[in-house]
């Protein structure tokens, strides 16, 4: 097993006692979401996009599980969305603070991730916008997930990719965010948010704005994925919805974690970077491959599923 670091809130650790007791367990089966973690889910070029990231530093290799199993021909044709119908949004941010703890390889998360789309999935760069550090404001991020909720362009023939990597928060007493007036929730952390009141819960990216942007969205097929701690609490209908994979790193009371020795976090090393990437599964399958391996990193990455079948982006 590597050795590994926590995508940890420092001023949370008195009260992480129960986030790291506490791993939600979910059974096998075919539909993974909850009963109410289902709902609904259509394109302006947000102020500024980064351009294509570095390459991505290789993997370690992978125990040499069993190959995901190929579809037939005919399945697989069906099954195709032409490059210029398939569009993401990655967000990748790297912190080094005293009050949310450092957080070393989000970027590199967020570039394998583009890497991936590009050079296996079919993705065309000027239909992702990727977000890196200190482009990922919450300005650029609110204005890339406009352009995603009404982008003529993406419609029923279409694709949609949205990948995270970053802190989490939650609105807990006594935690980073405590204020009773918002009510409970989980957020996104920005690169600028120590140019609000924080705090306060200003600033940040709730669940609730990300469910405002996304809810709308009817793709033929769209994968999310949030690699932060709490993520689970981001399974609320919105972001989940039809022919949607929702997975998220690790429990609604969990913390996430780093890898060094692979540079990533643990369940996007897995899911993305192994099984995907590497190995060609299809998101619900490289989901069980990662969830089995992220146990042992102390967290229990969780998923929505709602699309039939599998989920295969290539």
């Known amino acids: 097993m590597y050795p590994l670091l926590s995508k940890t809130i420092i001023s949370l650790l008195t009260m992480a006692v129960v986030a790291l007791g506490h791993h939600t367990s979910i059974s096998p089966v075919t ?31 992978p125990p040499a599980p069993a190959a995901a199993p190929s579809a037939p021909a005919a399945a697989q044709q069906s ?9 993401a949004l990655i967000i990748g941010i790297v ?7 450092t957080v070393h390889y989000a970027d590199q998360d967020a570039g394998s991730v583009y890497s991936m789309l590009i050079n296996k999935m079919g993705f065309l760069p000027q ?14 991020i609110m204005n890339s997930l406009g352009w995603l909720a ?25 935690a980073i965010v ?11 952390v920005p690169y600028d948010y120590h140019n609000y009141d924080y705090q306060r819960g200003a600033g940040l990216i709730w669940d609730k704005d990300l469910a405002a942007k996304l809810g709308n969205l009817r793709p ?15 399974l609320i209908p919105g972001i989940t919805g039809p022919n949607r994979v929702v997975v998220a790193s690790s429990g609604a009371d969990q913390l996430s974690n780093e890898i060094p020795l692979v540079q990533g976090g ?13 190995l060609g599964m299809p998101v619900e399958q490289a989901f069980w491959y990662a969830y089995t391996r992220s146990q042992n990193y102390s967290q229990s990455p969780e998923i929505a599923d709602n699309y039939p079948g599998n989920l295969d982006l290539r």
């Open 178 to 188: 405590d204020n009773p007036q918002l009510g409970p929730g989980t957020a996104l």
């Open 266 to 278: 643990v369940e996007t090393h897995f899911l993305v970077n192994e099984a995907m990437d590497q």
């Open 127 to 140: 239909n992702i916008l990727y977000l890196k550090d200190e482009r990922a404001t919450r300005e650029n």
């Open 79 to 87: 099954n195709e969305i032409a490059p210029s119908k398939k569009f």
């Open 150 to 174: 009404t982008n003529p362009n993406i419609d029923s023939s279409s694709e949609v990719v949205v990948f995270y990597s970053g802190h989490g928060v939650k609105n807990v007493p006594g």
């Open 95 to 101: 912190y080094n603070s005293d009050d949310l703890g």
């Open 220 to 234: 033929a097929r769209m994968w999310v994925n949030i690699d932060s701690c709490f993520s689970a609490g981001f």
């Open 31 to 61: 539909n993974h979401a909850a009963p109410d973690r289902v709902l609904a889910t259509q394109g302006a070029q947000p102020a500024s996009a980064a351009a294509a990231p570095e390459a991505a530093p290789a993997a370690a290799a």
